[in-house]
């Protein structure tokens, strides 16, 4: 199974950790800017009223319970999964430019995860080869011996292979250095190795499909305020990816962990090496099994990041690497100061000048095993167990590294906290504990490479600090890894509305301190508990519209909005009456038509009654019986009725002006109406 296969699998099996809700925030904000709800439903950033609804970023908190429903925003599989596909698996794509080139498909998964757990260590190894290159370069530009460019090469290439030298038989590195035989070995290992991870169409295109994306999420963030924070902060938080990658590409490291092997195997089966006694060499392979170069196996775990060939691994190959890079440049660097002296190899013969004087002629090239190690000793060496220029590469690549994560990680972090409510908030906070976990691993791993290249020539405390080493970098990798999981799945939930409900903040209270207390009590997705509703809502499936002043239906009891109050408009199902689904604490704000049309007619009857009488003592009429206050009192209308609705309010209108005129003519005194009798509030409004 190939990594882009597993990749693939991973990503799949990450997409099932959603959760489903029942609002559509977004569309009831374009609602309010195309002037659905009225002119004054916008407000700025700052909750003060804006003229045009277009420049609106906010609505009122009331308006936004009553037109677009309580509770999180709904889930929406085709939103969600084009978001995704668009803004985050373009960058995961990414991810398979990367060189790898391990030993096996799990440490190629593991360089993934360390990857995308750690940009600054991934930076830092990228900013370290590169630095390792120029270096090397540097250190050889004094000498001319022959194969001097192929041995710069060669070591600039073997940077992801964990090259050792066989210091036990000195005869075999100078031997690869002044024989003339071995000019074909340097030759063949550059041959055999030559096997490049640099550009190609399809890495241009992931290149540019990814860098597009980015570009229309930014152009898309000046016109659009809902996704515009979403795409910019994931944007930039990913951002890192693209200088490594493109700086992989153009390095072309080469970490085929098996081709480089099989080439060096190869190269040491014509290696030639200088013999005690005579001026002839002999193949290395009838002397023994020895090579001046070998790759470090074993199964020893101190070492196990060094000889993973993948290129992220570098950062653990610094010691070792600029030791033989620097054993190797003091060879050539004796050798040629002594060609330049006109001192061929062999003592006793005398230099051969050639058709140009900075040549070196074979014949000054020949000399026994003594002499060739002589040749290539200098009479005075300072040895550093750290390695020159060490020190200096390792604080450029770090300030480097850090500059890019914490550059890319800092924008998203600036973009969510600069948007309203503004503050460090759940988007932000994943973006600084990402960076500064990923920050922690690379020193971790870091001070786990020092203290295995110290173990190496301390020998007083090599098992303390091996032990140290070996524990630092797991519990680095651990750290890398669940932050790996961390930002996948803090993008993830990025497009998945979990807490999208609104708060309402009072004026002249602290946003940040509201939503803290939002997130400690009343949030769902915090506490775990799902928050009862305040108030009722309307019954028509899919309205969720909260219900200030519920209408009752006659027929099946429940509770609907005015836009859903005919039967006609929710299906009304009369057959067995349902319960109210409004809470206890929801009845001070439930109107009964029913009832109060009901205490309407009553009052108006009394007040009748009340004139009746007054008017036939007056006159002294003859007296009449109490009319009933069936009679008396107007029919009572039915809201849910588009056929009697409107006559008959126009016959009770009518009704009662009459009354009250006739009343007005006979009687002088106004009767006087209680203050505290009840008058029904108007059935449609919400105030």
């Given at each position: 199974?190939?990594?882009?296969?597993?990749?693939s699998?991973?990503?799949?099996?990450?997409?099932?950790?959603?959760?489903?809700?029942?609002?559509n925030?977004t569309?009831?904000?374009?609602?309010?800017?195309?002037?659905?709800?009225?002119?004054?439903?916008?407000?700025?950033?700052?909750?003060?009223?804006?003229q045009?609804?277009?420049?609106a970023?906010?609505?009122?908190?009331?308006?936004?319970?009553?037109?677009?429903?309580?509770?999180?925003?709904?889930f929406?599989?085709?939103?969600?999964?084009?978001?995704?596909?668009?803004?985050?698996?373009?960058?995961l794509?990414?991810?398979?430019?990367l060189?790898?080139?391990a030993?096996?498909h799990?440490?190629?998964?593991?360089?993934?995860?360390?990857?995308i757990?750690?940009?600054?260590?991934?930076?830092?190894?990228?900013?370290?080869?590169?630095?390792?290159g120029?270096?090397?370069?540097?250190?050889?530009?004094?000498?001319?011996?022959?194969?001097?460019?192929?041995?710069?090469?060669?070591l600039k290439?073997l940077q992801?292979?964990?090259?050792?030298?066989?210091?036990d038989?000195k005869?075999?590195?100078a031997?690869?250095?002044?024989?003339?035989?071995?000019?074909?070995?340097?030759?063949?290992?550059?041959q055999y190795?030559?096997?490049?991870?640099?550009?190609?169409?399809?890495?241009?295109?992931?290149?540019?499909?990814?860098f597009?994306?980015?570009?229309?999420?930014?152009?898309?963030?000046?016109?659009?305020?809902?996704?515009?924070?979403?795409?910019?902060?994931?944007?930039?938080?990913?951002?890192?990816?693209?200088?490594v990658?493109?700086?992989?590409?153009?390095?072309?490291?080469?970490?085929?962990?098996g081709?480089?092997?099989?080439?060096?195997?190869?190269?040491?089966?014509?290696?030639y090496?200088?013999?005690?006694?005579?001026?002839?060499?002999?193949?290395?392979?009838?002397i023994?099994?020895?090579?001046?170069?070998?790759?470090k196996?074993?199964?020893?775990p101190?070492y196990?990041?060094?000889?993973c060939?993948?290129?992220?691994y570098?950062?653990?190959?610094?010691?070792?690497?600029?030791?033989?890079?620097?054993?190797?440049c003091?060879?050539?660097?004796e050798?040629?100061?002594r060609?330049?002296?006109y001192?061929?190899?062999?003592?006793?013969?005398?230099?051969?000048l050639?058709?140009?004087?900075c040549?070196?002629?074979?014949?000054n090239?020949y000399?026994?095993?003594?002499e060739?190690?002589?040749?290539?000793s200098?009479?005075?060496?300072?040895?550093?167990?750290?390695g020159?220029?060490?020190?200096?590469?390792?604080?450029?690549?770090?300030i480097m590294?850090?500059f890019?994560?914490?550059?890319?990680?800092?924008?998203?972090m600036i973009?969510?906290?600069?948007?309203?409510?503004?503050?460090?908030?759940?988007?932000?906070?994943?973006?600084?504990?990402?960076?500064?976990?990923?920050t922690?691993?690379?020193?971790?791993?870091?001070?786990?490479?020092?203290?295995?290249?110290?173990?190496?020539?301390?020998?007083?405390?090599?098992?303390?600090t091996?032990?140290?080493?070996?524990?630092?970098?797991?519990?680095?990798k651990?750290?890398?890894?669940?932050?790996?999981?961390?930002?996948?799945t803090?993008?993830?939930?990025h497009?998945?509305?979990?807490c999208?409900?609104?708060?309402a903040?009072?004026?002249?209270t602290d946003?940040n301190?509201?939503?803290e207390?939002?997130?400690?009590?009343?949030?769902?997705?915090?506490t775990?508990?799902?928050?009862?509703k305040?108030?009722?809502?309307?019954?028509?499936?899919?309205?969720?519209?909260?219900?200030?002043?519920?209408?009752?239906?006659?027929?099946?009891?429940?509770?609907?909005?005015?836009s859903?109050?005919?039967?006609?408009d929710?299906?009304?199902?009369?057959?067995?009456?349902?319960r109210?689904?409004?809470?206890?604490?929801?009845?001070?704000?439930?109107l009964?038509?029913k009832?109060?049309?009901?205490a309407?007619?009553?009052?108006?009857?009394?007040?009748?009654?009340?004139m009746?009488?007054?008017?036939?003592?007056?006159v002294?009429?003859?007296?009449?019986?109490p009319?009933?206050?069936?009679?008396?009192?107007?029919?009572?209308?039915?809201?849910?009725?588009?056929?009697?609705?409107?006559?008959?309010?126009?016959?009770?209108?009518?009704?009662?002006?009459?009354?009250?005129?006739l009343?007005?003519?006979?009687?002088?005194?106004?009767?006087?109406?209680?203050?505290?009798s009840?008058?029904?509030p108007?059935?449609?409004s919400?105030?």
């Amino acid at each position: 199974m190939h990594l882009s296969t597993i990749l693939s699998l991973v990503s799949i099996a990450y997409l099932w950790g959603v959760v489903s809700a029942s609002t559509n925030l977004t569309q009831c904000f374009l609602d309010m800017q195309a002037g659905k709800f009225g002119p004054d439903a916008g407000l700025d950033s700052h909750g003060n009223p804006v003229q045009n609804l277009r420049d609106a970023t906010a609505i009122p908190y009331d308006l936004c319970v009553v037109a677009c429903g309580g509770g999180p925003e709904a889930f929406d599989w085709s939103n969600f999964s084009n978001q995704l596909n668009t803004w985050l698996l373009p960058w995961l794509a990414l991810l398979s430019q990367l060189p790898f080139g391990a030993n096996n498909h799990l440490q190629n998964l593991l360089a993934v995860v360390l990857t995308i757990g750690s940009p600054v260590l991934a930076s830092y190894s990228v900013v370290l080869t590169v630095l390792n290159g120029r270096w090397i370069a540097q250190r050889f530009s004094g000498s001319t011996y022959p194969n001097t460019l192929a041995a710069v090469r060669a070591l600039k290439d073997l940077q992801q292979a964990p090259i050792t030298l066989n210091l036990d038989d000195k005869a075999l590195l100078a031997s690869l250095v002044v024989l003339p035989e071995n000019d074909d070995w340097w030759k063949k290992l550059l041959q055999y190795i030559d096997c490049t991870h640099t550009w190609s169409i399809s890495a241009g295109i992931s290149l540019a499909w990814v860098f597009i994306a980015y570009a229309i999420s930014v152009i898309d963030s000046l016109f659009d305020v809902l996704q515009g924070v979403e795409v910019d902060g994931l944007g930039s938080v990913w951002l890192w990816l693209l200088p490594v990658v493109i700086s992989w590409l153009q390095i072309s490291p080469k970490c085929d962990s098996g081709r480089i092997t099989e080439s060096l195997r190869h190269a040491n089966e014509i290696a030639y090496v200088a013999v005690e006694g005579c001026n002839k060499s002999k193949r290395a392979g009838e002397i023994s099994d020895h090579r001046a170069f070998f790759f470090k196996d074993g199964h020893n775990p101190l070492y196990s990041d060094e000889r993973c060939t993948s290129p992220i691994y570098n950062y653990s190959r610094l010691f070792s690497w600029t030791a033989v890079a620097e054993e190797v440049c003091v060879c050539f660097e004796e050798a040629t100061r002594r060609s330049r002296l006109y001192q061929p190899v062999a003592s006793e013969k005398e230099w051969v000048l050639g058709e140009q004087s900075c040549s070196v002629e074979l014949e000054n090239r020949y000399g026994t095993s003594s002499e060739v190690v002589t040749y290539c000793s200098p009479l005075f060496r300072q040895t550093d167990r750290w390695g020159p220029g060490v020190c200096g590469r390792i604080v450029v690549s770090s300030i480097m590294a850090l500059f890019l994560q914490w550059g890319t990680a800092g924008a998203a972090m600036i973009v969510a906290i600069k948007t309203p409510t503004r503050g460090l908030s759940c988007l932000s906070g994943s973006f600084l504990i990402y960076a500064s976990v990923s920050t922690v691993v690379w020193f971790f791993l870091l001070i786990a490479s020092i203290l295995s290249h110290f173990s190496s020539f301390n020998k007083g405390y090599s098992g303390v600090t091996a032990t140290l080493s070996i524990i630092i970098r797991r519990v680095g990798k651990f750290l890398a890894a669940a932050n790996a999981v961390w930002i996948l799945t803090a993008c993830i939930l990025h497009f998945s509305p979990l807490c999208n409900e609104p708060v309402a903040i009072r004026p002249g209270t602290d946003p940040n301190v509201r939503m803290e207390a939002h997130f400690a009590t009343e949030c769902s997705v915090m506490t775990g508990h799902v928050a009862k509703k305040s108030t009722p809502i309307c019954a028509q499936r899919k309205c969720g519209k909260v219900l200030f002043a519920p209408i009752h239906c006659d027929k099946c009891r429940k509770s609907f909005c005015p836009s859903h109050r005919f039967p006609g408009d929710h299906a009304c199902n009369a057959t067995h009456p349902a319960r109210s689904s409004a809470p206890a604490n929801a009845l001070p704000f439930t109107l009964n038509v029913k009832a109060a049309s009901h205490a309407a007619s009553s009052t108006v009857g009394a007040i009748k009654k009340t004139m009746s009488s007054n008017t036939n003592a007056s006159v002294a009429a003859p007296s009449q019986g109490p009319v009933p206050n069936s009679k008396l009192a107007p029919p009572m209308p039915n809201p849910f009725s588009k056929v009697d609705s409107s006559p008959r309010s126009s016959n009770n209108e009518s009704n009662a002006i009459t009354s009250t005129t006739l009343y007005n003519a006979t009687i002088k005194p106004k009767p006087t109406i209680r203050s505290n009798s009840y008058v029904p509030p108007p059935i449609f409004s919400l105030a």
